[in-house]
């Protein structure tokens, strides 16, 4: 290694590691030394390996040379801007940071901003700015739509992007690129450096970190921390049988509370709330010796969310039930277990998870996976060799949004007067956004002016307006005051409040609040029906308001929240290995007996797929027909592909009544039988055109989606200036907006948004297209008298979730038609 | 299906079809446009026109877009089409704000004066408009009377007999296999009825919410459900199969 001065620390620095016993690891010098070469940086190293104080380094060290500004002086901007995906992730860096920066007593302010600081203090940081800031990428959106943005972030040098991975790949990432973008414009000089876990393609952060050039690609430097002791994983043993289907993992519920009577701490971590809340209730039914468990998602009350980590920060608890809330890297108390119930769905979301065990990089985790069912069982197998070879799934970063695009364009008409030209270029340069048209660009800044209408009529009502010199500003202060408000990219389902009342619903206020929960789960309920929130069983009483008011309940088969979000589907890599194992008995040893002997007689009543093959079986089955697919490639590919399938043979005239779908397999059935179909012809990637835009069109998913888009875009504001929130009745329907587009301006900017969005979210097209794609002519079809054993997890999923086109149409007549049989029904005389 | 595509339906389909009622003795009918017929009187009812939503709302730099307005016209053509009545009662909001009529753009002024040509049009004040229309033909009241029907934007408090108003936008939601369906609907107990909103770009509100509170006998409570050019009639007491 160069001995250059480039990587000597401070003589301050120096004796604080001695001091400490410490001496300051290899990545953190280099990291240093890249910084101060002037290059922005990639850190990828596992958890534990002192990520954070390789970030500050350079910070630490330029502002320690830099010393005290003298009072009096001119005004000084931030001079290092820290960004993370979670609030609390950023005030715990505060209290890891001041501790070095106090100890060695540098002469370095460190604050953190988010939605919870207070005005004034908030006020007081843009008068008096703080050396390092630490923030979210809600705020630094904030603070560069601000018209004092230029002068606040001028003497900026570096950016800390803690998280990369998580950031980068969703909405709010696409906003912090376009942010990054404007904060290179405010200052040349600045340099990144991202913080990572392990990725699958770290090429695609290193060139988000720097500005892409209008011709060839630019990338930041990396830095890669290899290691970290090996976690233990092992997959729960259990003399239970494992179920053919479902995702509660009640059958290992005593195996479960065994585990953790024997861990100081376990983490239990499950993919969907309603599963936290199945399980949490579980374990506490059989928690003969009264350990502390508590139960942590996203929609409980805030004040009992800090309530469970504080617990855990004091180590008062011995095992938390949580949802991803906990993913990422905060640290809470000495976790020495993690366990992870239902299959993992992705190997990079596994390690992750398993991170969160023993927060030291040298010595192991110990995780233990508890698969829901057969099929989870396999993709456990699957994802522990996965973890164990290193192999890593994250998601790519994907094209940046439009509706992202919309409220970043308006923020800057907030911060300033812009030159479409500049602002076009500027775009540009952030990764997400490389690709981007200027005919596309140019729309959604008409968008951001009138709602982008080939009817112009909104001209009078503009936001913003091309001055004389051809620069555009907003036409009013109130414009910004909304921007401000409406801003961020995460739309939350119309949520209300839960709150406690007597039974009966008398009580008109006071009650305790549990949390929130979705407006359309409610929807389905009639008052006494009981369902599982907060961990308690609770009995609907009514809806006031903006509240959902509850009683307690004592019902033991309550209905289970069914939320929306908090499903993953199977990642790509991890179907491969998934098939991969399947088609190979020789790796079957590692499977439990019961697994391994319903593939065995899988074997002998059809056959098990090849790697690379798609397997299709048709068999009668009672009085209809049916047609099992086993693709691997998640539930919403295969939604999408069930949806799109029944379309075509309706065509052919083979009558589809119904179709199910699961991560692992689509069956379809009917009144005729499916054996004379042409497979072949059935799986023709032509589907993706035609059938799929008529079907999109009335798909209730792109509704959903284009909420968002309108939501995120400005279409719809989520609260106006002025006007206080008028309870349940919202002012205008997304749905209604959108039929309405639909009809008169299917080519509107802000629905080919919602598409984009559809095709890789919800629908998950393009995994779709790449399946169809793969198994072109590696069709097998197997003609059987009755249902295989892999076909039976499928099949029991049919009932659950009803799916057919003429849904509503058939609800409607059979509610019409009760009445027609109640008036032809004789009376018993 | 929604709206947006209803009114070319409606053109082509039987009058006859909609559901038929009493109310408090009158002899009505619901049609699957949303409006409400009376043979007896020879008149057509709709209800929260809500016209001018999207330049209302524009108004306040929430640019939806601009063509609700002749959407909901299109299904108002269409219903007086099927009916060719000669009265109209719009039944209060017929626009979303203040300045709606006054600011209605001329090709859709046009268009409305048309279809009020040779018909009594009463216009009923609501919240929304309760100046009245700016600049349009017709009466313009807080109620009006025909017969034992008392025609009023907002519900009195309590049981009314006859009256026959809009305001809440009413929609039912009916479950039959764990599969709830919400739909805009009229609401009646056959003493009182509430309009469902005939605005393209209205929402509802479910009849279960309090603002129904004490307005029917429950008992007789009847939704008669608008979802794709048909009227699907289903009583309260089977709203949950």
């Not at chain 1, 399980?279 to 009992?304: K, R």
């Not at chain 1, 779908?661 to 993706?688: H, P, Q, R």
């Not at chain 1, 802000?750 to 998950?764: F, M, S, V």
Request: proline share 6%; hydrophobic share 40%.
């Amino acid at each position: 290694m160069d001995e250059g001065p480039n990587d000597r620390l401070p003589p301050v620095f120096e004796r604080w590691f001695e001091e400490k016993g410490w001496s300051p690891r290899p990545h953190q010098i280099e990291l240093l030394k890249r910084a101060r070469s002037g290059e922005s940086t990639l850190l990828i190293a596992p958890t534990g390996a002192g990520k954070t104080l390789a970030g500050f380094l350079p910070s630490l060290t330029d502002l320690t040379a830099r010393g005290k500004i003298p009072p009096g002086s001119a005004f000084t901007g931030i001079h290092t801007l820290y960004v993370s995906p979670l609030k609390a992730l950023a005030v715990d860096i505060e209290r890891n940071l001041m501790k070095p920066v106090s100890e060695m007593g540098l002469p370095i302010t460190v604050e953190n901003r988010t939605g919870d600081t207070p005005v004034h203090k908030r006020q007081r940081q843009k008068l008096t700015p703080p050396d390092i800031l630490l923030t979210t990428p809600e705020q630094v959106a904030l603070l560069l739509a601000n018209g004092e943005a230029a002068r606040f972030f001028r003497d900026l040098k570096y950016v800390v992007l803690d998280e990369l991975h998580a950031l980068v790949t969703s909405k709010r990432g696409h906003l912090l690129s376009l942010g990054l973008a404007r904060l290179r414009k405010l200052a040349p000089d600045v340099q990144t450096i991202g913080l990572s876990a392990t990725v699958s393609d770290p090429m695609e952060l290193q060139r988000w970190l720097v500005g892409q050039p209008e011709e060839g690609r630019q990338n930041a430097g990396l830095v890669t921390v290899s290691g970290g002791a090996k976690p233990q994983i092992t997959i729960l043993q259990t003399q239970a049988r494992i179920p053919w289907s479902g995702h509660s993992a009640r059958y290992a519920i005593p195996d479960i509370y065994e585990t953790l009577k024997r861990a100081k701490m376990a983490l239990v971590f499950v993919n969907t709330r309603s599963q936290a809340e199945l399980l949490f209730q579980e374990l506490w039914t059989i928690n003969d010796d009264n350990l502390p468990i508590a139960l942590h998602h996203g929609s409980l009350d805030v004040g009992q969310r800090r309530k469970v980590e504080a617990a855990m920060a004091d180590n008062r608890l011995r095992a938390v039930v949580a949802t991803s809330t906990l993913d990422l890297g905060i640290d809470w108390g000495d976790v020495d277990l993690v366990l992870h119930v239902g299959a993992p769905k992705g190997a990079s979301r596994l390690a992750q998870r398993i991170g969160r065990a023993n927060h030291r990089m040298d010595e192991p985790s110990r995780a233990v996976l508890v698969p829901a069912n057969r099929f989870e069982v396999m993709e456990c197998r699957a994802a522990l060799d996965a973890n164990y070879v290193g192999a890593q799934d994250t998601p790519p970063i994907g094209e940046g949004a439009l509706d992202v695009l919309a409220q970043h364009v308006l923020g800057m008409a907030c911060a300033e007067p812009f030159d479409a030209d500049a602002l076009y270029g500027e775009v540009i340069s952030a990764e997400p956004y490389h690709a981007l048209p200027r005919e596309t660009f140019d729309r959604i800044v008409e968008f951001v002016a009138t709602g982008g209408y080939a009817l112009k009529t909104y001209e009078r009502y503009a936001k913003i307006r091309q001055t004389a010199e051809g620069l555009w500003r907003i036409s009013n202060p109130a414009v910004a005051q909304a921007y401000r408000l409406n801003l961020g990219t995460i739309v939350e389902s119309p949520m209300l409040n839960v709150r406690m009342v007597k039974s009966g619903g008398k009580a008109r206020f006071g009650g305790m609040m549990l949390g929130k929960v979705e407006e359309y789960f409610l929807e389905q309920l009639v008052q006494g029906d009981t369902f599982l929130f907060s961990g308690k069983v609770l009995r609907f009483e009514g809806i006031r308001e903006n509240e959902c008011l509850v009683s307690p309940a004592f019902s033991f088969d309550p209905k289970i929240p069914a939320y929306a979000g908090g499903k993953f589907p199977l990642s790509t890599f991890l179907a491969e290995q998934v098939r991969g194992l399947l088609a190979d008995p020789g790796t079957w040893g590692t499977l439990p007996d019961q697994v391994r002997e319903w593939l065995e007689i899988q074997r002998l009543r059809s056959i098990l797929p090849k790697r690379g093959e798609l397997l299709i079986e048709t068999f009668p089955r009672a009085t209809r027909y049916y047609m099992v697919a086993y693709p691997f490639e998640g539930r919403l590919a295969h939604q999408t592909l069930g949806l799109l399938l029944t379309r075509r043979l309706e065509r052919m005239g083979l009558k589809p009544t119904g179709f199910a779908a699961t991560d692992y397999s689509l069956a379809i059935w009917g009144l005729e039988d499916l054996e004379g179909v042409d497979f072949a012809d059935l799986f023709d990637e032509d589907m993706l055109g035609e059938d799929l835009e008529a079907w999109l069109a009335e798909s209730f998913m792109l509704k959903r989606t284009f909420r968002n888009c309108a939501v995120i875009a400005g279409l719809i504001e989520r609260r106006h200036p002025g006007k206080e929130k008028t309870g349940r009745q919202v002012t205008v329907s997304t749905d209604l907006v959108y039929d309405v587009l639909r009809s008169h301006e299917p080519d509107h900017i802000l629905l080919e948004a919602a598409r984009r969005d559809a095709a890789t979210g919800l629908l998950d097209i393009a995994r779709l297209g790449a399946m169809l794609k793969r198994i072109r002519g590696h069709i097998t079809h197997m003609a059987l008298s009755r249902v295989s054993p892999l076909a039976v997890p499928v099949l029991l999923e049919i009932g659950r979730e009803p799916v057919s086109g003429g849904a509503d149409d058939a609800i409607l007549a059979e509610a019409a038609d009760d009445l027609i049989e109640e008036a032809l029904t004789v009376d018993d005389v | 299906m929604n709206r947006m595509v209803l009114a070319q339906q409606l053109r082509n389909q039987a009058p006859a079809a909609g559901a038929a009622i009493s109310l408090a003795g009158v002899e009505a009918v619901c049609d699957p446009s949303g409006a409400l017929f009376l043979p007896a009187f020879d008149l057509l009812c709709v209800s929260d026109l809500h016209l001018e939503k999207g330049a209302a709302f524009a108004r306040r730099r929430q640019l939806l877009p601009p063509y609700d307005t002749a959407a909901t016209l299109d299904l108002l053509e269409a219903a007086l089409a099927r009916r060719n009545p000669a009265i109209v009662v719009s039944l209060g909001d017929s626009f979303h704000d203040r300045a709606g009529s006054g600011h209605l753009p001329l090709p859709y002024r046009e268009r409305l004066k048309g279809l009020m040509r040779g018909r009594q049009w009463i216009w009923i004040t609501g919240n929304h408009d309760p100046d009245g229309v700016e600049g349009l033909e017709g009466e313009t009241c807080e109620d009006v009377s025909f017969g034992p029907l008392t025609f009023r934007h907002e519900p009195k408090a309590g049981q009314a007999r006859g009256e026959v108003a809009g305001h809440l936008h009413p929609a039912a939601a009916v479950t039959r296999r764990e599969k709830t369906v919400r739909r805009p609907c009229f609401a009646t107990d056959g003493e009182r009825l509430v309009m469902p909103s005939f605005g393209v770009l209205t929402g509802g509100l479910d009849l279960g919410h309090r603002a129904f509170d004490g307005l029917f006998d429950r008992q007789n409570l009847v939704a008669h459900l608008l979802h794709g050019g048909r009227v699907y009639t289903v009583p309260a007491a089977r709203f949950k199969g």
